[in-house]
C-alpha cells in the first residue's frame, strides 16, 4: 500500500510540473503563460515609462548654472591647508621627513595660482567692489570671467621667496579658504572680510605674534559673487596666508581662525564650523 501511494504521489508532482494530457506546464497552458507574462511586461514598462516622465518633468525644473534650493547656513565653513591628521598640524625644524609632506601639499595647491596661469585665464579686476556679471534677460552671459588671485600676492607664504613656506625656520605658513557659496555677497561699503587668528585661552602666551598675506588678511571683494562650477569655470579661490613668526617650540597650541564680516553673521556655538577654523600647532625643535 505505502509503496502504490508514493508511486501516485510521484505522478501527481510529475503532472503538475507538465501534464501531457492537457499540455499543461505547472498548472497552467501556454495561453495562460503568455497572458501573464504579457501583464507583467506592460505593467513594468508603465512603471518605467512613469518614472522617466517624473524624471524628465524634474529636471525640467533646474537650472544647470543656478540651483533651485540653497540648503546652508548664514556664514561659510573655513578650511587650512596644508592637511594635517585632523586638523593638527606637527613637525619637527630639524627633521625635513616631517615637514616635507606639508611643503608638497601646498606646492600642489598653489600651482593653479601661478601668476603666468593666472594672468592667461583670468581678468585683472578693480579691487573693492564685487566683480557682477548680469545676465542680458534670457540671454545667459555665460562662461563668466574670474578675477586674478596671483600667488605672488601671498608674499613670504608663496613658496617662491621660500620653497620651504617657513617650516625649515620654525615659522610656518597656514593657508585659509572661505567655503564656496553661489550668489554670496560678504561684505558691504567697501569692506572685504577678513581673518583674524588667536589662540585659545590657556595657549595664547604660546602663540607669538603672526603676519597676514594679503596684508590685513582679506578676502578681497573683487572675487564675489561666485557663479558656480559650470558657469565660472575658472573661478580662482582666494586665500589668506597667516604666518606663526615666533610660535613656543614642543607645545601644543591650538588656534582658532575667524571670518570678519559686516554682512556675515558671527558663528554659533551650536556650529563650531560656520565661519570658522580650529586646528592644533606643534612645532618641535628635534
Known sequence: M???????????????????????LMGRTATSWGLILLFYLVFYLFLAGMFALTMYVMLLTLDDYNPTWQDR?????MMIRPKGDQLEI???VSDTESWDGFVQNLNNFLSPYNDSYQVQT???????????????????????RSCQFNRTVLQ??????????????????????????IGMLPGKDGQSPYVTCGAKKEDS??????????????FNLMYYPYYGKKAQVNYTQPLVAVKFMNAS??????????INSNTLAEGS??????????????????
Not at 547656513?73 to 565653513?77: A, E, I, S, V
Not at 617650540?249 to 575667524?258: A, Q
Open 73 to 77: 547656513l548664514t556664514t561659510p565653513g
Open 249 to 258: 617650540l614642543n607645545s601644543d597650541i591650538s588656534v582658532e581662525c575667524n
Open 90 to 92: 606637527t613637525f619637527s
Open 156 to 181: 613670504e607664504c608663496s613658496g617662491i621667496s621660500d620653497p620651504s613656506y617657513g617650516y625649515s625656520s620654525g615659522q610656518p605658513c597656514i593657508l585659509i579658504k572661505l567655503n564656496r557659496v
Open 122 to 144: 583670468n581678468d585683472d579686476c578693480p579691487p573693492d567692489q564685487y566683480f557682477i556679471q548680469e545676465d542680458s534677460g534670457t540671454v545667459r552671459n555665460i562662461p563668466k
Open 205 to 218: 602666551a604660546k602663540m607669538g605674534p603672526v603676519k597676514y598675506f594679503p596684508p590685513n588678511g582679506t
Open 2 to 24: 505505502s509503496i502504490k501511494r508514493e508511486a501516485d504521489d510521484d505522478d501527481e508532482w510529475r503532472d503538475f510540473f507538465w501534464n501531457p494530457r492537457t499540455h499543461e
Open 269 to 286: 556655538e551650536r556650529d563650531k564650523f560656520a565661519g570658522r577654523v580650529s586646528f592644533k600647532l606643534r612645532i618641535n625643535d628635534k
